[in-house]
């Protein structure tokens, strides 16, 4: 059983940046795949990126490429996303959970609670 937390939400103006954490915890953590997602007002929760177990081989959407970076530290049992150039369309609540690196979906269903970003002026 995986437990997950997201930290670091907050408001922000376009083209700032914020850096999201998620806490993972449980058994076994290390050895999962963990990603982020999003869900904007309106919309399905989407995949935005995935990392493997070992931090190695990250994976994005088209959506966010380029301008998102996720990072993972097995020695802290965190997976960090870290948001530059952010738009008003990337505002959304963000979760992090268990992914599958070939197409961002979650099928294990591990979930945090959510954190909220704003992107507005």
């Known amino acids: 059983q995986l437990h997950l937390v997201e930290f670091g939400g907050g408001l922000v103006q376009p083209g700032g940046s914020l850096r999201l954490s998620c806490e993972i915890s449980g058994w076994g953590s290390q050895h999962y795949t963990i990603g982020w997602f999003r869900r904007a007002p309106g919309k399905e929760r989407e995949g935005i990126s995935c990392?493997?177990?070992?931090?190695?081989?990250?994976n994005y959407a088209d959506s966010v490429k380029g301008r998102f970076t996720i990072s993972r530290d097995n020695a802290k049992n965190t997976v960090d996303l870290q948001m530059d150039n952010l738009k008003p369309e990337d505002t959304a609540v963000y979760y992090c959970?268990?992914?599958?690196?070939?197409?961002?979906?979650?099928?294990?269903?591990?979930w945090g609670q959510g954190t909220q970003v704003t992107v507005a002026s």
């Open positions: 959970g268990t992914c599958d690196e070939l197409d961002l979906e979650n099928r294990l269903q591990y």
């Open positions: 990392t493997s177990s070992d931090g190695t081989r990250p």
